[in-house]
């Protein structure tokens, strides 16, 4: 993901008033990384021929375990749970 840095560069402003302006309407910029990841791994995980471990590289995950923790965390299941939910 994107530094808030990068992001605020992009949108032609600081790191500050981008985290000004993401509290002002009741987000942090890692929440809202983590939201945006969570989205794009449930998309990925209904995906059956994506693998878990190359899902987690696609969210820039280093390893499963830290893709695990965090999809376990937003969801309360993990990435296998959450398919096999999905499969059967």
Request: charged share 25%; aromatic share 12%.
């Amino acid at each position: 993901a994107p530094s808030i840095d990068q992001c605020a560069e992009k949108l032609h402003c600081s790191a500050r008033t981008l985290s000004r302006k993401l509290q002002a309407q009741g987000w942090q910029y890692q929440q809202l990384v983590d939201r945006v990841r969570e989205i794009h791994a449930r998309r990925y995980l209904s995906n059956p021929r994506l693998s878990i471990t190359y899902i987690a590289h696609m969210l820039g995950y280093a390893d499963n375990s830290g893709f695990h923790r965090a999809f376990k965390k937003w969801t309360g299941i993990s990435p296998s749970e959450y398919r096999t939910k999905l499969f059967g």
